[in-house]
């Protein structure tokens, strides 16, 4: 049998052995949460700028269409001589929205390339499909064939915000 010296010295030698390597598994465990919980919010931070972002574009869709359908074609080429300077926000919109994907959501890049593509298209079917023809909103309103291509490209505008939005909901941890 072992002393009761020995066994005393070795019972408080084998404790305080055990209570450092909890102290390193603790902290490590605590670190690896916390890290974890950053990257969570980080994420989350980009998601909803994503989401807010998503929003900025198809707001400046309604606001096109409205204008396009308030204002003569005059009107509307004076408004829009920045039209170029719109463009190119539109484009920086997108490349940010794809950037931050790439960054931190890699699994969306795909939804936002499309998401890009769809955006281009609405903005072409803007120019290229709503010709008020020097008409003014009160005849605009009377016109079904006009309606029905505003109302396509609104609810065409809705549909990819949408499919993009529950993409980025699918995204978020809790």
Same mark, same amino acid.
């Given at each position: ?11 408080? !030698? ?30 989350? +931070?980009?998601?909803? #700028? ?5 929003? &900025?574009?198809?707001?400046? !869709? ?10 003569? &074609? ?6 829009? @001589?920045?039209?170029? *300077?719109?463009?190119? #926000?539109?484009? =920086? ?5 794809? @950037? ?22 609405? =903005?072409?079917?803007?120019? =290229? ?8 909103? +009160?005849?605009?309103?009377? =016109? ?11 609810? *065409? ?18």
């Amino acid at each position: 049998m072992l002393d009761q010296n020995l066994t005393t010295l070795l019972s408080v !030698f084998l404790g305080g052995l055990l209570a450092i390597a909890g102290g390193f598994i603790s902290n490590f465990y605590i670190q690896a949460t916390a890290k974890k919980a950053e990257k969570r919010r980080l994420v989350r +931070e980009k998601i909803d #700028e994503i989401y807010t972002l998503s929003t &900025q574009i198809k707001t400046s !869709f309604y606001l096109r269409i409205w204008h396009r359908s308030y204002y003569t &074609q005059e009107q509307y080429a004076k408004i829009h @001589m920045f039209s170029d *300077e719109a463009a190119r #926000e539109l484009r =920086d919109i997108g490349e940010r929205m794809e @950037m931050l994907t790439r960054l931190y959501i890699p699994s969306l890049t795909s939804a936002i390339l499309e998401y890009r593509q769809k955006i281009k298209n609405i =903005d072409h079917r803007i120019d =290229d499909e709503l010709d008020p023809k020097n008409r003014r909103l +009160e005849e605009l309103e009377k =016109d079904p064939v006009y309606l029905n291509v505003a109302t396509s490209i609104q609810n *065409e505008n809705d549909s990819i915000h949408q499919i993009l939005q529950s993409s980025l909901e699918k995204q978020i941890e809790y």
